[in-house]
């Protein structure tokens, strides 16, 4: 990951420049803006200001500006950003965009950050009803968003495209995106063509109308004629959930570039519409994403009318240390994956009407490796684990936990497209020969939490994975997602 925002950037450090202030009911365009007592009051005159290195611009806590975007054309320098934030006490000041969604009537968006502009951070914030965003930058760099609530817009809180750079999203949340024209996926924060080093960290994404969170790029050029996907995006502590499409998507969209190097960690997906999280490609395109870290992670709770509830398409992901809680009938996809590790995760399902396994590796398959995972059923109907037909040459199971609701003696394993209990799985396919079934009623694996409790057979049962489990205590690793202490 070569994510390399400065500390000094990413704490806020704003150099020693000239501060003004914002009223929007005591202040006065009149006024010159450098005291609360001569504050301005709107927001043109902050757009007709001349900013420079280093300056901040203060809205008034409890104070409304509607029906005028903000526009910042001017660019800071490293240790001296251009700061917008607020002051004095109450609620976060507002920008209100004026727009109307039912019946629409047009507004303006509420932040742009314009041309190729740098060094400018944007804290504290209340920003809603964009006509399609909330903050927009094209081609810009080292620019921080950091504790704003961004809501009601339609198209995106946040988007980021044309090769803008070390970009950090602290915090805040950003809900309810409209998709007004029906034609966009609209996201509560969108990554977009080109660029690298992004940071989404402590995030909270809900009630969008298709994604959480979305990284893709497009097969026709933007506006500076990139198409290449962005690239080297950290999502950490994120809470994406209840969103009408997905907690996540990360999307290809062109025909030739796709190495995204993505890491997904210790964040939350759940409950949401389409997919908790879904690595594809769009049907245009050739090639799906590459190279994305999914680790410590809790999925749950899928809510949509699919039977998919976590989708991973591509090459060279490595997907392990999740919590998996599959929603009845769900299922766990991995499809068209070379060089896939899928390790250490603890899928459990509480029930299962349909047989669907709760796992499915799809053809094709090349060098996919399942080791070390716990698979908790609690339905006498769940199958656990599929290859479908074609894929079982490009598969690698062993030293796994099956921890099931009926004998393991049932049809509860699917070996290139046919259904075979567990002696059978492994002697047919040659899987899991260290691995281990057993019908729950004879096994005490795991508590409430899912944590192992202590006497578990699945305590010291894995295999070492260099770069996966090389923090395990005790003489092998443990399975599942969490190592016993």
């Not at 301005?40 to 420079?52: C, G, I, P, R, S």
């Not at 251009?82 to 039912?102: C, E, L, N, R």
């Amino acid at each position: 990951m070569q994510h390399s925002l400065s500390l000094s950037l990413v704490r806020g450090h704003r150099g020693r420049g000239r501060t003004f202030y914002v009223d929007a009911t005591g202040g006065s365009d009149a006024n010159d803006g450098r005291s609360t007592g001569a504050a301005w009051q709107t927001l043109a005159k902050v757009n007709a200001a001349t900013l420079l290195p280093g300056d901040s611009v203060l809205l008034k806590r409890g104070g409304v500006w509607t029906g005028t975007r903000l526009v910042l054309a001017a660019s800071g320098v490293a240790g001296a950003p251009i700061t917008v934030g607020a002051y004095g006490s109450g609620a976060k000041p507002v920008i209100d965009g004026g727009t109307v969604f039912s019946p629409y009537a047009a507004g303006v968006d509420c932040i742009l950050i314009s041309g190729s502009q740098s060094y400018v951070t944007i804290e504290n914030l209340e920003l809603r009803n964009g006509n399609d965003f909330g903050i927009s930058m094209a081609g810009c760099g080292n620019i921080v968003v950091a504790d704003c609530d961004i809501h009601d817009f339609g198209n995106d809180g946040i988007l980021v495209f044309s090769g803008s750079h070390d970009v950090t999203i602290l915090r805040g949340t950003y809900a309810n995106a409209k998709n007004r024209t029906g034609t966009y996926v609209s996201s509560g924060i969108e990554i977009g063509d080109g660029g690298q080093n992004f940071l989404i960290d402590g995030a909270e994404c809900y009630g969008n109308a298709t994604c959480g969170i979305a990284c893709h790029n497009h097969s026709a050029a933007d506006p500076q004629g990139r198409t290449d996907v962005p690239r080297y995006v950290t999502i950490r502590n994120v809470y994406s959930h209840d969103n009408t499409g997905s907690g996540a998507q990360i999307l290809t969209g062109d025909t030739t570039n796709n190495p995204f190097d993505m890491t997904i960690e210790d964040s939350r997906f759940a409950s949401n519409g389409t997919y908790d999280l879904n690595l594809t490609k769009t049907a245009a395109s050739t090639v799906f994403p590459t190279n994305v870290t999914v680790r410590r992670c809790t999925l749950q709770n899928g809510v949509g009318a699919g039977s998919v509830q976590v989708q991973v398409q591509g090459t060279g992901h490595r997907v392990y240390r999740n919590l998996l809680q599959l929603s009845a009938d769900k299922q766990v996809n991995l499809s068209s994956c070379t060089d896939l590790e899928f390790a250490h995760n603890t899928i459990y399902q509480a029930a299962n009407t349909t047989a669907a396994a709760m796992v499915v590796v799809g053809s094709p398959a090349s060098s996919v490796r399942l080791r070390d995972n716990l698979w908790l059923a609690g339905s006498t109907g769940a199958f656990l684990l599929g290859v479908a037909t074609g894929a079982g040459a490009g598969v690698t199971a062993d030293y796994n936990f099956y921890d099931t609701a009926a004998a393991p003696s049932g049809l509860r394993w699917t070996w290139n497209g046919t259904n075979v209990t567990y002696a059978n799985w492994q002697a047919t396919s040659g899987q899991d020969a260290h691995s281990t079934a057993f019908q729950r009623a004879q096994v005490v694996a795991v508590g409430s939490d899912f944590h192992l409790q202590a006497g578990s057979p699945c305590i010291d049962a894995g295999v070492a994975i260099a770069g996966i489990n090389d923090d395990y205590l005790g003489a092998a690793p443990d399975l599942g997602y969490a190592e016993k202490a």
